[in-house]
């Protein structure tokens, strides 16, 4: 099947800093790509939709200004966390949408803001 | 509103027998998928099984087989001999055609299947 990647796997930040989130996919092209956030023993919540060559598209409650999206290129997605706080402390996955219009999760990120 | 309601927070179930897991849905969109995925601890989505609004038949993949009652709006996941390796959190999820194939989720149940 597709494979998504995402960079780092985890990280580790102090608070005030921004960090960002790579979510790749390795063999298709993926014009859309979704960002979600899962706090511990909850479900996944959709956070916003990257659409290549446009802004993102964000979900009602979620922060655009701190939440930075950039989908670059048909392969790559970022999603960086601006001055970053224990609260954003989650477990980021991402997942991309196939030509086919399958969808394929990346393996998540795992966020700790100290 | 919630558009995707699991009611069961946690089930066990023996090894070697079925269960099944529950769920609903509300959209008033003529054309949507519904899907099951399994997240094991280390928190991978495992894609599991799809269901097509318009699918005349029950969607099944191996142990998997997920009970489609349309006009209930019911998706229900049916694990057929369940095995150590099945407990997991399960959620289900839906894609509506309106919304741009954004997928959203339940709010998952809790397997743990017993030696």
């Known amino acids: 099947g597709a494979v998504v990647s995402q960079h780092p796997s985890w990280v580790i930040c102090k608070s005030g800093t921004s960090v960002k989130i790579e979510c790749r996919s390795l063999?298709?092209?993926?014009?859309?790509m979704f960002w979600y956030r899962q706090f511990p023993k909850q479900s996944l919540m959709l956070m916003a939709t990257s659409n290549e060559g446009s802004k993102a598209t964000y979900e009602q409650g979620v922060e655009k200004d701190k939440f930075l999206i950039n989908h670059a290129s048909l392969t790559l997605s970022t999603l960086t966390v601006t001055s970053a706080h224990p609260e954003d402390s989650s477990f980021y996955i991402c997942?991309?949408?196939?030509?086919?219009?399958?969808?394929?999760f990346g393996p998540g990120t795992r966020l700790t803001v100290l | 509103a919630q558009k995707i309601t699991q009611t069961q927070p946690g089930m066990f179930v023996q090894e070697k027998e079925a269960v099944t897991l529950d769920c609903t849905y509300d959209?008033?969109?003529?054309?949507?998928?519904l899907f099951w995925y399994k997240q094991p601890s280390s928190g991978e989505m495992i894609f599991l099984i799809y269901q097509g609004s318009y699918d005349q038949q029950n969607a099944t993949e191996g142990r998997y087989s997920l009970n489609f009652q349309k006009a209930r709006k019911s998706a229900n996941l049916v694990i057929s001999a369940s095995q150590l390796g099945d407990s997991a959190m399960y959620f289900c999820?839906?894609?509506?055609?309106?919304?741009?194939?954004?997928?959203?989720f339940g709010p998952g149940t809790s397997l743990s299947v017993i030696p």
């Open positions: 999820a839906m894609r509506e055609k309106t919304s741009y194939d954004k997928v959203i």
């Open positions: 959209t008033s969109d003529p054309s949507y998928g």
């Open positions: 997942s991309a949408r196939s030509p086919e219009a399958e969808q394929f």
């Open positions: 063999d298709f092209q993926a014009t859309t």
